[in-house]
């Protein structure tokens, strides 16, 4: 199959995408590119199963990741951060010998930590800091987190130095470790206790299109479908579902999600991983799932199409956009 034409489609109004960290955030771009050539607003919901507290302050690597991309901070030849970033706080804790000395925080990124845990401390929800912090940044897209209570997503693994299996913080796991670790499972504390947002139940109910990134399956937007009432709401929408794969010929794009889908018995294929979301008319939350070229296959109940997904730049992810959304239109 090749690229499908999107001269039918209709042009939605307001999009609505799931999103993790970094992949989230680089495909994000693309959406907003394609949401000013037509005209769209765009919200992202955003993993904060990530979400940690690092020297006593509330670190969002997701939504961090997403702001600073958007609002053109991000430091691409790291991949994480901000650009132009100082670590002379860091090397402080260090000679202090406060930890964890695995998980860097810079200097400008303390800055961001410091004003989010201070709002918090104060009483205001993590969907009104996000705001707050974001008319720093103006990304041209409204970010929300998944939900306003905390979500903490932790592995259950054979730390080394030890014989036994236990659990640890996902972001030890992934950082520190690599996810190089013998694993057997990931347990979101608080996922089911947590809610989503009247403004992601608003903003999926009110949307034209939604959109599910190419971020971690598992530990991302696994996460923020594992919220009970916002993947009934996700399935409640009227409007189509679209999601795009995240690993090309069995490899991801980035990160380390093939792990993740080990860990979880799924096979790190674009096929399966939309097998394992589902058709929304069979109790999954997909309507169409675009792939890479030469990925395709069938889906019972989704429409699979091809394109080309690297996400090069912001223009080469508007068209993947652009096809999204005429999988969209032929979903109806």
Known sequence: MTAPSTSSSPVPRRIVVLAG?????????????????????????????DDATMHGLR????????????????????????????????????????????????????????VRTQMLDAGYRLTDVTE???????????????????????????????????????????????AGVPTSGFVQIGLEQARPTPEVLEALGGADLVLIAPSNPVVSIGTILGL????????????????????????????????????IGVEPTALAVGRNYGARSTGGVLDGWLVAPGDGGP???????????????????????????DVAGRTR
């Open 21 to 49: 960290g970094v992949g989230g955030a680089r495909y994000l771009l693309g959406v907003r590119e394609y949401a000013r050539e037509v005209g769209a607003e765009v919200t992202a919901i955003v993993n904060t199963g």
């Open 59 to 114: 670190v969002c690597p997701d939504l961090d990741s997403v702001m600073y991309h958007l609002g053109g901070a991000h430091d691409d030849e790291r991949g994480w951060g901000q650009v132009g970033e100082t670590w002379t706080v860091g090397h402080e804790l260090r000679e202090y010998g406060a930890g964890p000395t695995w998980f860097s925080l810079g200097d400008k990124d303390i800055a961001t930590h410091l």
């Open 132 to 178: 707050a912090l974001c008319t720093r940044w103006a990304p041209g897209v409204r970010l929300l987190p998944m939900s306003d209570q905390r979500v903490e997503t932790h592995v259950v693994c054979t730390v080394p130095g030890s014989e036994r299996a236990g659990a640890i913080h996902f972001q030890e796991w992934w950082v520190r470790y690599r």
């Open 228 to 263: 009970p009432a916002l993947r009934e709401a996700l399935r409640a929408t009227p409007a189509p579902v679209i999601g795009t794969a995240g690993l090309i010929g069995g490899a991801p794009l980035r990160g380390m999600a093939d792990v993740c889908l080990g860990v």
């Open 299 to 325: 889906i019972d109940g989704v429409l699979v199409e091809e394109a080309p997904l690297l996400m090069t730049d912001p223009a080469t992810t508007a068209a993947m956009v652009r096809a999204a959304v």
